[in-house]
């Protein structure tokens, strides 16, 4: 069963792509927006829009109880909170629950045990999922750090246990770096999830990042829809991902899509979810990483190559019903590529907020724009720098590469500075057009 | 004289540097947030900051005055 409309808790360019499914599923569409938000695409382009609050996150996308009444007053009958924001908050999840809404999104129970990476590493590990070394509980300090380091050895990895988006995230060589970087990441893990809990885990220095989109059916199941790989990032983001995964062969692929089966069934998973792991790159061997409990940013990559609509079987899934695929008989055809197209200078990544003077997005074969704002729209400093996502499919990687190159050519955007050269870059990289690289592609271009 | 400007639009999240306080080449002056990254913004040349121009949760614009140091 079909919700009869859906609240989408988010905005931008995933508050567009999640419209779209609904709308071609005949769900009325209710926006929410902030006062930044008001003249964007996903607030003039929903059956309703509602205002609920002032720009800052914390006021408008993160207040629970504007969200909750927004839904009351339109007569929603779900919500889809998108990525970020809400999205993986088991508390919000049960508020909705609570209210009589569906909740497009995993059991608040799965969200709570994936959410906390120290429970999700040591449940993992229970699971028969390989982990890399590390802490099985929080570190309260930088002596009781310098410990666990000594034990699991370095380098190692320091990390929020509540974050994400890799912030205050770093790797420490030794223990001088560990001391300095465990205070910058509790500061952090404070200020941006609430929660000082760091958790070390051991630093592996030339992997990949390698994802595996799982569906928890309806009926208890668990499919894997294959991987992504992930391994290009600035600041611990992703700014480009693929699927198949250049490094990632068949045998491979097999372990880990039982493994991130093996995960979902863990935790009872319902609905879109994402095992990330990293694959080390000198013995091929993988270790999880972490459990992304909602639709991923870069979903489009394995939906080009399946064929399969994932917001569509998320509204399904939520509302009891079966895929509207063959779960039995997925078969993954050629290659895709996503660039994120980010308002931020193309040499230093440094924010560049602006009012976008000219729009010109690419088409052709084989590619696909997820946008969240057109010509005339103001791109402000509230929230992330993600203006649209360029997905490009081809019949093999040769191919995908080539669509993705002449498309980057063709994406005009004017007013804020855009990375769109430096996709162009790496698109030209011997590094990247090889398919050989990892986590540090990007730090190479940009010593 | 010499004043600091945005070269942004940003949050000022942290003001780390105090008026009348001698700074130094590389001092960090404020903290300033935008697209959820934090951006430093240092001192170019020593000197004493004789006013500072924003407070912690401003929203300030491309070119606005930051700081002024002598």
Known sequence: ?447 | MIEIRAEMVANVWKVVAVEGEAVADGDIVVILESMKMEIPVLVESSGRIIRLAVTEGDVIQEGDLIAVIE
């Not at chain 1, 028969?128 to 034990?151: L, M, N």
């Not at chain 1, 939520?318 to 994120?340: N, T």
């Open chain 1, 1 to 447: 069963m079909l919700p009869e409309s859906v609240l989408i808790a988010n905005r931008g360019e995933i508050a567009r792509r999640i419209a779209r499914t609904a709308r071609r599923l005949g769900i009325r569409v209710i926006a929410v927006y902030s006062e930044a938000d008001a003249g964007l695409p996903f607030v003039a382009e929903a059956d309703e829009a509602i205002l609920i609050g002032p720009a800052p996150p914390a006021l408008s996308y993160l207040n629970a109880g504007a969200i909750l009444a927004a839904a009351s007053r339109t007569g929603a009958a779900a919500i889809h909170p998108g990525y970020g924001f809400l999205a993986e908050h088991a508390e919000f999840a049960q508020q909705v629950i609570d209210a009589g809404l569906t909740w497009i999104g995993p059991p608040p129970d799965a969200i709570a045990r994936m959410g906390d990476k120290i429970s999700a590493r040591n449940l993992m590990a229970a699971a028969g999922v390989p982990v890399a070394p590390g802490s099985t509980e929080p570190v309260p300090d930088a002596d009781a750090a310098a410990e666990v380091a000594a034990r699991i050895g370095y380098p190692v990895m320091i990390k929020a246990a509540a974050g994400g988006g890799g912030i205050g995230m770093s790797a420490a060589a030794d223990v001088a770096a560990l001391r300095t970087g465990f205070e910058t990441a509790r500061t952090r893990a404070e200020r941006f999830f609430g929660s000082p809990a760091i958790l070390l885990e051991r630093f592996i220095a030339h992997a990949r990042h390698v994802e595996v989109q799982i569906l928890g059916l309806a009926d208890g199941r668990v499919v894997a829809l294959g991987e992504r790989d992930c391994s290009a990032q600035r600041r611990h983001q992703k700014v480009a991902e693929e699927t198949p995964s250049p490094g990632v062969g068949a045998e491979l692929r097999e372990r880990m899509l039982t493994a991130a089966i093996r995960a979902g069934l863990a935790v009872g998973y319902r609905g879109a979810g994402t095992v990330e792991c990293l694959v080390e790159e000198s013995t091929g061997e993988f270790v999880f990483l972490e459990m992304n409990t909602r639709l991923q940013v870069e979903h489009p990559v394995t939906e080009m190559v399946t064929g399969i609509d994932l917001v569509e079987q998320q509204l399904l899934i939520a509302g009891g019903a079966d895929c509207s695929f063959d779960v039995g008989s997925v078969s993954p055809h050629g290659h895709a590529l996503e660039l994120r197209v980010y308002a931020e200078d193309p040499v230093r990544f440094l924010p560049s907020p602006g009012v976008i003077t000219g729009w010109h997005e690419p088409a052709g074969a084989g590619v696909r724009v997820d946008a969240g704002y057109a010509a005339g729209n103001t791109v402000t400093p509230h929230y992330d720098p993600l203006l649209a996502k360029l997905i490009v499919h081809g019949a093999d990687r040769d191919q995908a590469l080539e669509r993705a190159r002449a498309a980057v050519g063709c994406f005009q955007v004017t007013g804020p500075k855009t990375n769109l050269p430096f996709h162009a870059e790496l698109l030209d990289s011997p590094d990247f057009a090889s398919g050989d690289y990892d986590t540090a592609v990007v730090s190479r271009l940009r010593p």
